[in-house]
Antibody, heavy 123, light 107 residues
Framework: QVQLVESGGGVVQPGKSLRLSCAAS????????MVWVRQAPGKGLEWVAS????????YYADSVKGRFTISRDNSKNTVDVQVSSLRGDDTAVYYC????????????????WGQGTLVTVSS | SYELTQPPSLSVSPGQTASITCSGD??????AFWYQQKPGQSPVLVIY???KRPSGIPERFSGSNSGNTATLTISDTQAVDEADYHC??????????FGGGTRLTVL
């Protein structure tokens, strides 16, 4: 069925790096912008990064700018985020989500979410 | 940076109306979106562009946006509606902001 499946989470020491991946199935991946959203334990959602459908435009939250890098491989239907220089406050479930089609940016929303992958930053 | 403020929690009795607010400066000039998240699950869109319902979302879910406040209203609240609700808007055309989330308890 139409779905997103994240992988790559785990326990990592402060200062280290991790690569999270999201695999898309059963929809035309190349047509959609994609985002990563995270949720710290017991907290709300926090947008992390976005990437355009062609991969040429990338945007980041101030809290991760310079440390996280979003990318996509449209031949493999995957979107990744390289998370570096990890800190304790990066501990969260990381979700990838699909941004809806045919919308002016400020009217766009996220209509398909993965199940999330947990990143725990701990020494 | 732009902020959206939600009450941390709200309790209602079954059959009552739940109104969950989301406040932000001149929020009416933006669109508000609402996601429902049940424990251990991913978010699900329940309202988009202030007041539109995706297919499959019950009619008891409705939304409004006026002044500085967007409101998600759940009429005839049922036990199955117990969840966290998150509002979302666009700060700029390239950055997204979420509210802190509201835990709805149906007692």
């Amino acid at each position: 069925q139409v779905q997103l499946v994240e992988s790559g989470g785990g326990v990592v020491q402060p200062g280290k790096s991790l690569r999270l991946s999201c695999a898309a199935s059963k929809f035309t991946f190349t047509s959609f912008a994609m985002v990563w959203v995270r949720q710290a334990p017991g907290k709300g959602l926090e947008w992390v990064a976005s990437i355009s459908s062609d991969g040429n435009k990338k945007y980041y939250a101030d809290s991760v700018k310079g440390r996280f890098t979003i990318s996509r491989d449209n031949s493999k239907n995957t979107v990744d985020v390289q998370v570096s220089s990890l800190r304790g406050d990066d501990t969260a479930v990381y979700y990838c989500a699909r941004q809806t089609l045919s919308c002016a940016t400020i009217s766009c929303f996220f209509d398909l979410w993965g199940q999330g992958t947990l990143v725990t930053v701990s020494s | 940076s732009y902020e959206l403020t939600q009450p941390p929690s709200l309790s209602v009795s079954p059959g009552q109306t739940a109104s969950i607010t989301c406040s932000g400066d001149k929020l009416t000039e933006k669109y508000a979106f609402w996601y429902q998240q049940k424990p251990g699950q991913s978010p699900v869109l329940v309202i988009y562009q202030d007041r539109k319902r995706p297919s499959g979302i019950p009619e008891r879910f409705s939304g409004s946006n006026s002044g500085n406040t967007a409101t998600l209203t759940i009429s005839d609240t049922q036990a199955v509606d117990e969840a966290d609700y998150h509002c979302q808007a666009w700060d700029t055309p390239t950055s997204v902001v979420f509210g802190g989330g509201t835990r709805l308890t149906v007692l």
